[in-house]
C-alpha cells in the first residue's frame, strides 16, 4: 500500500478528483440555482443537462489521469469490485469532498446577493418522505454505477462509442428522474458542498446512504453475479492493498515491464 502512496500517479490522480469536482459542483450546481422568478428560473433540463455534460467533459479530461471518478459513491463502488486500492478510494473521497465545498464557496461568492439562492442544495420535495427519497437515491446511483462498471469493463469487445458520453446521459437520466424528488444528489460529494457553506444539513445523511447503497449494489451485481471475472478472488483481493495497474497509472505499467525485463 505504501508503495502505491509513493508513486507521483497516485498524488496525480488524488489532485485530478479535486479539481475534476471542484469544476464539476461549480458548473453543476451553478445552473440549479434558484434565481428570482423573474429572472432565468431554473429549467430541469437545463440541470440534467449541466450535470451530465460536465461529467462527460471531465471525464474526457482526467480519465487518464484518476479514472475520473468524481463521485465518493462510484469510488466505493469500484473498491467494492477490487478495482482501486482501500488507501486510493479513501484519498480520492476526501479530494472529493474538498473539491465539492471549495467550488461551493466560490459560487457563493459570485453570485448576487440579491440573487442568492441555497447554492443547489438538495432538498426532498413537499410530500416526498426520506424513506421514498432514499429509494430514488438508491436506484438512481445504481443505473449510474451500473453504467460505469459496464463502460469500463476491460473483457468487453463490442464497445463503441464514448464511455464518457454513456456516462454522462446516465447522469441526465438520473436528474430528469429524481429532480422532482429528491432534488438528484446521486453523488454524496455533490451534496456535502452546498450544505457544508450554507450549514444546512437536513435529511443530509439520505444523500449518502442512498448513494453508496446504490453503487455498492451495482458493483456486487455486475462484477460477482451478471460478469465473470477470470481472476482468483485472491488477486482480485491484492488490489485493495497493492492498487491494479490501471490504464491512469503509468508509472505502475513501467515497474511492471521492468520486472518482466529482468533475468530470472
Given at each position: 500500500m505504501m508503495r502505491e502512496v509513493r508513486r507521483c500517479s497516485f498524488w496525480r490522480g488524488v489532485l485530478g478528483e479535486f479539481v475534476g469536482m471542484a469544476i464539476f459542483v461549480f458548473l453543476s450546481t451553478g445552473s440549479a440555482t434558484k434565481w428570482t422568478p423573474s429572472a432565468f428560473p431554473a429549467d430541469v433540463v437545463q440541470i440534467a443537462l449541466t450535470f451530465g455534460l460536465s461529467i462527460a467533459t471531465l471525464a474526457q479530461c482526467l480519465g487518464h489521469i484518476s479514472g475520473a471518478h468524481l463521485n465518493p459513491a462510484v469510488t466505493l463502488a469500484l473498491l467494492t469490485g477490487c478495482r482501486v486500492s482501500v488507501w486510493r478510494a479513501l484519498a480520492y473521497v476526501g479530494a472529493q469532498m474538498l473539491g465539492a465545498v471549495t467550488a461551493s464557496a466560490v459560487l457563493l461568492?459570485?453570485?448576487?446577493?440579491?440573487?442568492?439562492?441555497?447554492?443547489?442544495?438538495?432538498?426532498?420535495?413537499?410530500?416526498?418522505?426520506?424513506?421514498?427519497?432514499?429509494?430514488?437515491e438508491i436506484i438512481i446511483t445504481f443505473q449510474l454505477a451500473l453504467c460505469v462498471f459496464a463502460t469500463t469493463d476491460k473483457q468487453r469487445s463490442d464497445l463503441t462509442g464514448s464511455g464518457p458520453l454513456a456516462i454522462g446521459l446516465s447522469v441526465v437520466i438520473g436528474h430528469l428522474m429524481a429532480i422532482g424528488f429528491t432534488g438528484c444528489g446521486m453523488n454524496p460529494a455533490r451534496s456535502f458542498g452546498p450544505a457544508a457553506v450554507t450549514g444546512d444539513f437536513t435529511n443530509h445523511w439520505l444523500y449518502w446512504v442512498g448513494p453508496v447503497i446504490g453503487g455498492v449494489a451495482a458493483a456486487l451485481l455486475y462484477d460477482f453475479v451478471l460478469t465473470s471475472r477470470p481472476e482468483d478472488?485472491?488477486?482480485?483481493?491484492?488490489?485493495?492493498?497493492?492498487?491494479?495497474?490501471?490504464?491512469?497509472?503509468?508509472?505502475?505499467?513501467?515497474?511492471?515491464?521492468?520486472m518482466e525485463m529482468k533475468p530470472k
Open positions: 461568492g459570485v453570485t448576487p446577493n440579491s440573487r442568492n439562492s441555497t447554492l443547489g442544495l438538495n432538498a426532498l420535495a413537499e410530500g416526498v418522505t426520506p424513506g421514498q427519497g432514499l429509494g430514488v478472488l485472491s488477486e482480485r483481493l491484492k488490489v485493495l492493498t497493492s492498487g491494479p495497474a490501471e490504464e491512469y497509472d503509468v508509472e505502475a505499467e513501467r515497474d511492471s515491464a521492468r
